[in-house]
C-alpha cells in the first residue's frame, strides 16, 4: 500500500539524514506549540463559557507575560536558526575532492557531462559512497536540480554556474525533478538518479566511454585555436592557463578574484569583463561559438592543467569511505 | 449570544442603502461604505473566477497523467489562480471591503480622509480588473504568478505585457487605499479616540497600510522593468542581454513578501474584535497585539531572501535572512498567545464569527508554524519549491485570510446589510470551511516532504493517494465558501431586520444605526471609554481591571 502513499521519502545520502533529523525535531517542537495552544483555546473555551449571570474577568495584560512568551519563543527560533544553518553550510560546502558532473539544464531535459567522459541525458549513474559535485549551468531559463531522496535542491541559471553536491549511501533509483517552474513541460523534466555499486559502476563507465571531458575540451582548446595565445609558457599574448584554476587572479582594476568555475566561463564568453592584470583586452568572445557542452569541457580541461582532476577522481573512488567523515547528524 | 431579536419598527428609517437608488447614485458615490460594497461585489466575483481555477488544477490532479486539459493550459490555471486570488481578491479584500466599511466609524468619522480617492482607487482595480480579464480571455498567461525571469521575459508566448500592466494598474488602487486609510486614522479619529483607544482593527489596518504603501511601488517598478525587457528588450534580468535574473527575484520578493502581510494583518485585526466581543473581554496585552502589528509591517520587509535560499545567493546572505526570519515569527507568536489569554475567564459565546476566528487560530498557527520549517535553512533546501511551501501558504493566505475575511463579514453583516444570517447555516459553513481546508492542504504537506515539486501537471504515480485526498477536501471546501454566499444574499431579502448592536458590542461602530446612515453619526462622538469596554456593556459600570503576572 505504501507504494502509492508514501509518507517519507527514500534516504539514499549523507545529507538525507541530518536533514531529517532536524525535520523531525521541528515536527516536535511545533507539535508541542501546536498543542500547548490548542489545549488552552479548548479548555478556556470549555471552562469559560457563556453562563447566565457569571461575567467576564477583565484582564489588562501582563508584562511578565508578555516577556516570557517573547523570548521563550526566540530562544527555540534560534535554536531552529542554528541547527538548520550548520545542515545548511554542510550541504553548500563541497569536499575537495568530489568528482565533478557537469549538468546542462534546457526546456524540457538534463544533459549531464562525467568528468570521465561519459554523456547522458535524464539520468544520472553514479557510484555509491562517492562524493559528487554538480556544476550547472542553464541554456534557456531557470530549472532547478532536485533529488528528494538526497534532499537535494539548487537552482539552475543561464548566464553562470551554479553547484551542489551529495554523496549517496543506498543503491537504487531515484527521482530527479526540476523544481523551478519552467514552461510547458515542466513536469517532464524529470529524469533518474541511478546510484550503483562501485563494482557495477566501473562496468558501467566503461562502456562506450569517449576518454574524460578535459579531453574532449583539450581538443576542442586546440580546433578554437586558444593555445595560439594561452600558451603553456609565459610568452603567449593571453595569460598562460598551468595551474591557474582554483588560484587568485590579479585583474588589471586591482581587483583579486579567484578562478574557478564561473571565472573561466565568464573569460570565454565574456572576456572583457575581467582583464587579468598585464595583457591587453584582445580577445574575442566566444559566445555563440560553443555551446555549454563545449563550455564545460573546456573549464574542464582548464581546470586539469591545475593538479589534473582525472587523477583526483581516481583517488576519491579509491578511498569512497573517506570523505564520508564528519557528515552524521548534527 | 441567542438571536433574540427586539420588537422590530417597521418604520423605514433613511440609511446608506435606502438614501438614493439608481446606477449613478453608486458608480459615482463617495460613502466609504458604498464603496466598500462596490468592492465587495467585485471581489466576490474575482474570488469566484480564482476558484475555479483552484476547482480546475484539483481536478487535473486527480490523476497522474496529465489527461483533463492541456499542459499548457494547465500551467495558465495556476499562474492565474495565484494572480486573480493574490491581486484580484486577497489583497483588496479585508482592507477594501470591512475597513473601508468601518474605519472611519470605528474612529468616529464622517467618510475616510479622501472620499473621491475611494472612489477612484476602486475604479482602478476595475480598470485592472477588466484588463486582467482580457488577458485571462484572450489567451492568458503561463509565467506562474511570481513572472520569474528570464521565462517571463524571453521565453514565455502567453500574454506576459497584458497581466503585468493589469496588476501594475491594480497596485495603485492597493497605494491609495492604504494612503487614504493612514490619513484618515492620523487626521479623522472623533475627540478622545487616542491612538491607545483604537480597535485593535485599525491598529492591524494601519499597519497594513504602511505595507501598501512603501511596498507596491516596488512591484510596480519591477513590471515596468519587465514589460521593458520583454518588449523592448532592454537587458535588465535575462543573462543573454547582459541582465541578472536574480534581481528580479529580489525586487519581486522585496515586495511579495510584505504582500502576504497585507493579506493577514487586516485579518489578525478582525479576530481581535471578534475574540473581545464573543469573550466579553478587553483583549489580553492591547498593546502588544497594536505594537506587533507595527512589528510585523516593519521586519516583513527584512525577509524577502527567504524565498531564495536556493536560487544563487551566497551562503552569507542565506544565513542573514533565515535569522531575520525568526524575528516575523516572534511577533505572529505573540498575537497567538495574546488572543488565547483573552479566552481566560471570558464568558463566551459560539456565534459563527467566533467560530471562525478560532478555525483562524488553528489555521494561523500551522501556518505560522510550518512557516519556522521553511526559514531553517537546511530544510528549505528540500522543501522549497515543493507542495509543503503550497500547504505553508495556503494555510496562511487562505486559512489564515480567508477565515478573518468571513468572520469579520458574518460579525458585521448586520451592520453592512441592516438583516441577520441565519445562524445555524453559519455555524455550519465555517466548521464545513475548517473541515474542507485541512482535507485539501495537511496532505500536501505530507506530499511536499516526500518530493512532489509544485506546478506539477502530470506527477508519478505513488503520489497519487495525497492528491486524491487534497482534491476530496478541496471539494468540501468549495462548499464551505458556497454557503455564505448563497446565504448572505438570501438574508439580504429575506433574513430577520438587524438590531443596532446585535452583538452587544463595543466599538463606535455599533452605536449607530443598522445600517448606518450617509454620515454614521447623527453628531460627532465623543469617546470616554477604554477599547473594549465589555465590562461597562455588560454591567452598566467599569469594573475592576486586573493586572495578571
Known amino acids: ?330 | 449570544m441567542s438571536m433574540a431579536t427586539p420588537i422590530v419598527t417597521p418604520v423605514e428609517r433613511e440609511d446608506y442603502l435606502n438614501k438614493e437608488y439608481g446606477v449613478a447614485s453608486w458608480l459615482l458615490t463617495t460613502d466609504h461604505k458604498r464603496i466598500a460594497l462596490l468592492y465587495l461585489i467585485s471581489i466576490t466575483f474575482f474570488f469566484f473566477i480564482g476558484g475555479f481555477f483552484a476547482l480546475l488544477i484539483r481536478l487535473e490532479l486527480l490523476t497522474p497523467a496529465g489527461d483533463l486539459v492541456q499542459a499548457d493550459t494547465y500551467n495558465k490555471l495556476f499562474t492565474m489562480h495565484g494572480q486573480v486570488m493574490v491581486f484580484f481578491f486577497l489583497i483588496p479584500s479585508i482592507p477594501a471591503v470591512l475597513g473601508n466599511f468601518l474605519i472611519p466609524m470605528m474612529i468616529g468619522a464622517k467618510d475616510l480622509a479622501f472620499p473621491r480617492i475611494n472612489l477612484l482607487s476602486w475604479y482602478l482595480y476595475i480598470i485592472a480588473g477588466i484588463m486582467m480579464l482580457h488577458c485571462i480571455l484572450t489567451g492568458g498567461v503561463d509565467t506562474g504568478w511570481t513572472f520569474y525571469t528570464p521565462f517571463s521575459t524571453a521565453f514565455s508566448n502567453t500574454k506576459v505585457i497584458e497581466a503585468g500592466l493589469a496588476i501594475f494598474v491594480s497596485g495603485f488602487s492597493s497605494i491609495l487605499t492604504g494612503l487614504n486609510f493612514v490619513v484618515t486614522i492620523h487626521r479623522m479619529r472623533a475627540p478622545g479616540m487616542t491612538w491607545s483607544r483604537l480597535p485593535l482593527f485599525v491598529w492591524s489596518h494601519y499597519a497594513t497600510s504602511i505595507i501598501q504603501i512603501l511596498g507596491t511601488p516596488v512591484i510596480a517598478i519591477t513590471l515596468v522593468l519587465v514589460v521593458a525587457e520583454r518588449a523592448l528588450h532592454l537587458g535588465i534580468f535575462d543573462p543573454k542581454l547582459g541582465g541578472d535574473p536574480l534581481l528580479f527575484q529580489h525586487l519581486f520578493w522585496f515586495y511579495s513578501h510584505p504582500a502576504v502581510y497585507i493579506m493577514i494583518l487586516p485579518s489578525m485585526g478582525v479576530v481581535s474584535e471578534v475574540i473581545a466581543c464573543f469573550s466579553r473581554k478587553r483583549i489580553f496585552g492591547y498593546h502588544f497585539v497594536a505594537l506587533s502589528s507595527l512589528a510585523i509591517a516593519v521586519f516583513g520587509f527584512l525577509v524577502w531572501a527567504h524565498h531564495m535560499f536556493v536560487a544563487g545567493i551566497s551562503v552569507y546572505a542565506a544565513l542573514v535572512f533565515s535569522l531575520l526570519s525568526y524575528s516575523v515569527a516572534v511577533p505572529s507568536a505573540v498575537k497567538v498567545f495574546n488572543w488565547t489569554a483573552t479566552l481566560y475567564k471570558g464568558s463566551i459565546h459560539y456565534d459563527a464569527p467566533m467560530l471562525y476566528a478560532f478555525g483562524f487560530l488553528g489555521l494561523f498557527t500551522m501556518g505560522g508554524l510550518t512557516g519556522l520549517f521553511l526559514a531553517a535553512l537546511g530544510i528549505d533546501v528540500h522543501v522549497t519549491d515543493t507542495y509543503f511551501v503550497v500547504a505553508h501558504f495556503h494555510y496562511i493566505m487562505v486559512g489564515g485570510a480567508l477565515m478573518g475575511y468571513l468572520g469579520g463579514l458574518h460579525f458585521w453583516w448586520p451592520k453592512i446589510s441592516g438583516r441577520l444570517y441565519p445562524e445555524g447555516w453559519a455555524r455550519l459553513a465555517a466548521l464545513i470551511v475548517f473541515v474542507g481546508f485541512n482535507l485539501t492542504f495537511f496532505p500536501q504537506f505530507i506530499l511536499g516532504y516526500v518530493g512532489m515539486p509544485r506546478r506539477y501537471y502530470q506527477y508519478p504515480g505513488e503520489f497519487q493517494v495525497l492528491n486524491v485526498m487534497s482534491t476530496a477536501g478541496a471539494t468540501v471546501l468549495g462548499i464551505g465558501y458556497l454557503l455564505p454566499m448563497i446565504y448572505f444574499l438570501w438574508s439580504m431579502r429575506y433574513g430577520k431586520p438587524a438590531p443596532d448592536n446585535p452583538w452587544k458590542a463595543a466599538g463606535l461602530e455599533w452605536q449607530t444605526q443598522s445600517p448606518p446612515t450617509t454620515f454614521n453619526f447623527e453628531k460627532e462622538p465623543v469617546v470616554t471609554w477604554e477599547a473594549y469596554n465589555y465590562d461597562e456593556i455588560d454591567t452598566g459600570h467599569k469594573e475592576e481591571v486586573k493586572v495578571v503576572g
Not at chain 1, 550548520?86 to 549531464?112: C, E, G, I, N
Open chain 1, 1 to 330: 500500500m505504501f507504494d502509492n502513499f508514501p509518507l517519507w521519502p527514500a534516504r539514499a545520502s549523507t545529507a538525507a539524514g541530518n536533514v531529517d533529523a532536524l525535520y523531525i525535531f521541528l515536527i516536535i517542537v511545533s507539535g508541542m506549540m501546536t498543542l500547548l495552544v490548542f489545549t488552552a483555546i479548548v479548555i478556556f473555551a470549555a471552562r469559560y463559557r457563556h453562563r447566565r449571570g457569571v461575567l467576564a474577568e477583565q484582564i489588562e495584560g501582563s508584562i511578565p507575560l508578555e516577556v516570557t512568551w517573547s523570548i521563550i519563543p526566540l530562544g527555540v527560533f534560534m535554536v531552529i536558526f542554528v541547527w538548520g544553518a550548520v545542515v545548511y553550510f554542510h550541504s553548500r560546502t563541497p569536499p575537495r575532492d568530489a568528482t565533478d558532473v557537469y549538468v546542462v539544464a534546457k526546456q524540457w531535459m538534463w544533459k549531464l557531462q562525467h568528468a570521465e567522459g561519459q554523456r547522458e541525458i535524464n539520468s544520472l549513474h553514479i557510484p555509491v559512497d562517492r562524493d559528487v559535485r554538480l556544476i550547472m549551468t542553464s541554456q534557456d531559463v531557470i530549472h532547478s536540480f532536485f533529488v528528494p531522496a538526497f534532499r537535494m535542491k539548487q537552482d539552475v541559471l543561464p548566464g553562470r554556474y551554479t553547484t551542489a553536491w551529495f554523496h549517496a549511501t543506498k543503491a537504487g533509483t531515484y527521482h530527479l525533478f526540476c523544481a523551478e517552474y519552467c514552461g510547458t513541460q515542466h513536469s517532464g523534466m524529470i529524469g533518474d538518479i541511478v546510484v550503483m555499486e562501485p563494482a557495477q559502476y566501473e562496468a558501467w563507465m566503461s562502456g562506450g566511454n569517449t576518454g574524460p571531458l578535459s579531453a574532449t575540451g583539450e581538443k576542442l582548446f586546440a580546433e578554437l585555436g586558444c593555445a595560439t595565445c594561452h600558451r603553456s609558457d609565459t610568452q603567449g599574448r593571453g595569460p598562460t592557463l598551468q595551474g591557474v584554476f582554483g588560484q587568485p587572479v590579479q585583474l588589471q582594476d586591482g581587483r583579486i578574484v579567484t578562478a574557478d568555475e564561473n571565472y573561466i566561463r565568464e573569460s570565454i564568453l565574456d572576456p572583457g569583463s575581467k582583464i587579468v592584470n598585464g595583457f591587453k583586452p584582445v580577445m574575442p568572445t566566444f559566445q555563440g561559438l560553443v555551446n555549454e557542452e563545449q563550455v564545460n569541457a573546456l573549464v574542464a580541461y582548464v581546470k586539469s592543467l591545475s593538479g589534473a582532476s582525472a587523477v583526483k577522481t581516481n583517488t576519491a573512488m579509491a578511498q569512497p569511505t573517506a570523505p564520508a567523515k564528519g557528515n552524521q547528524v548534527q
